[in-house]
């Protein structure tokens, strides 16, 4: 195949090994060139040399190149899969939780909700949109994959900036269905159809389809997942708030508790404050341990000792770029349950200008969302006050403006103070200026 992708952010040991691992499962992608590209040569080098063991080893399924120049990397690229972060990604996280609540903020994460969410995005934005004016200008055909979070936001951000770009954002969120699904319904994860509408980390599930029949499983869903869940309780998964929820608007919401709460006033009731910071040290330890595997992985390769089947031969990530590359490329047809696209009437009580998350067809064309309709009014009410705040942190963003970006923190539900908006915005915007843009 004579394919050029595009990994930005390779030197990531989380995004870079798990990519390259489903690549290697891929005979269709065989023979395409394979751009690894990082602003850290270091941390590029160490992977770069990972791939090139494993190349030799798969007898040289790919072109393997590397390079920090991104101009370079985009040259005649057909895809580009991007997933970067911007400066020490867990002092800042713990940050963006810390000073709003501070302050009195009842957020619960600050990931890619509430005050920290829009912290997040102040900062992780604008690098994203100089990469994607670079895709426009030098391979303006090329499909563009993104990882980085805040999903809802960097892709929003990127449909008001390159609005003729072809792209996606992609969250494995919706994966944890593929354990709880079958033990709720009896019926293999391959043999449903799930149709999540909403936001990304903020959505929902609206139908459960078998395929093999077509009949509509929700009835059965809905009538046993409550006392199922209650039984199954998990603290950073679904637990308390998520039960809450499904009760009270009457959908599940997929996402677990600790990503739900984030765009919810009311989350902190159903939540403990140890669990979310206990899930943000989960989170770094994960990381942790990822890059020491990695990095024992390179000493061994150094050493003489690397494996003999080397660590890509078998298994998948769970990530969904490269089954939708291959079904763009072979036209496959294929059904994504959860993809990050612009409102295309999708949903039609949603504003237009907004980027979703819901599921789509895939073809030689790209991706296309399948229309829902209308969402139950309650249900559209809790994703529009969110999408009102999205809408002002981009706009604050693409205007560098100090007024939008101190607005867009005080009408969150978690902050609901311009008092309290300017003692976040002041202490973080010192404590973060380096990563931040000069709001005027």
Not at 423 to 430: D, K, R
């Given at each position: ?49 990972l ?15 590397r ?58 934005i ?14 303006p ?5 993104n990882?980085s ?11 008001r ?57 929700m ?6 997942a ?6 199954h ?48 040290d ?23 000792k ?17 089954p ?13 349950s ?50 009102t ?10 205007q ?41």
């Amino acid at each position: 195949m004579d394919t050029k992708i595009v990994l930005i952010g390779a030197g990531s040991s989380s995004f870079g090994p798990s990519t390259l691992l489903d690549l290697y499962q891929s005979k269709l992608l065989q023979g395409s060139t394979i751009v690894l590209h990082d602003i850290n040569k270091e941390h590029l080098e160490i992977i770069f040399e990972l791939v090139q063991a494993e190349n030799k080893i798969h007898s040289n399924y790919f072109n393997i190149e590397r390079t920090t120049e991104r101009k370079k990397a985009l040259n005649g690229a057909d895809f580009i899969i991007s997933s970067i972060e911007v400066g020490e990604r867990f002092k800042l996280w713990r940050e963006d939780y810390d000073i709003p609540r501070k302050y009195g903020s009842t957020q619960i994460l600050g990931e890619c909700g509430g005050p920290g969410g829009t912290m997040h995005a102040f900062r992780v934005i604008p690098p994203i949109l100089e990469i994607v004016k670079d895709v426009n200008d030098i391979c303006p055909d090329a499909f563009f994959i993104n990882f980085s979070n805040p999903m809802a936001r960097v892709c929003l951000a990127i449909k008001r900036t390159v609005p003729n770009l072809k792209f996606i954002g992609l969250c494995h969120q919706i994966g944890a269905m593929r354990f709880h699904l079958p033990q709720i319904l009896k019926i293999k994860f391959e043999n449903l159809k799930l149709k999540p509408y909403g936001l990304n980390h903020f959505g929902f599930l609206m139908g459960i389809e078998e395929i093999s029949s077509g009949m509509d499983l929700m009835p059965e869903f809905n009538k046993i997942a409550p006392e199922y869940f209650r039984q199954h309780e998990e603290r950073f998964e679904f637990s308390s708030l998520t039960i809450e929820v499904f009760k009270r608007f009457g959908y599940f919401p997929y996402v677990g508790d600790n990503h739900l709460g984030e765009y919810l006033r009311f989350g902190e009731e159903f939540t403990e404050t140890s669990d979310m910071t206990d899930w943000i040290d989960f989170a770094e330890k994960g990381g942790k341990r990822t890059y020491k595997r990695i990095m024992r992985n390179y000493k061994r390769l150094k050493e003489d000792k690397y494996f003999k089947k080397g660590i890509f031969y078998k298994g998948i990530s769970g990530e969904r770029a490269i089954p939708i590359i291959e079904a763009i490329l072979s036209d496959k047809k294929s059904y994504e349950s959860a993809v990050n696209i612009p409102n295309d009437n999708i949903i039609e009580n949603l504003p237009q200008d907004l980027v979703i998350e819901c599921p789509v067809t895939v073809n030689k064309n790209g991706v296309e969302g399948v229309k829902w309709g209308r969402l139950p009014s309650n249900i559209a009410a809790l994703l529009r006050i969110e999408a009102t705040i999205q809408d002002l942190c981009v706009e604050a963003i693409l205007q560098k403006s100090k007024d939008l970006a101190i607005t867009a923190l005080a009408i969150d539900p978690n902050v609901g103070s311009f008092e309290m908006a300017d003692y976040i915005f002041g202490e973080l915007i010192e404590l973060q200026k380096e990563f931040l843009p000069e709001f005027k």
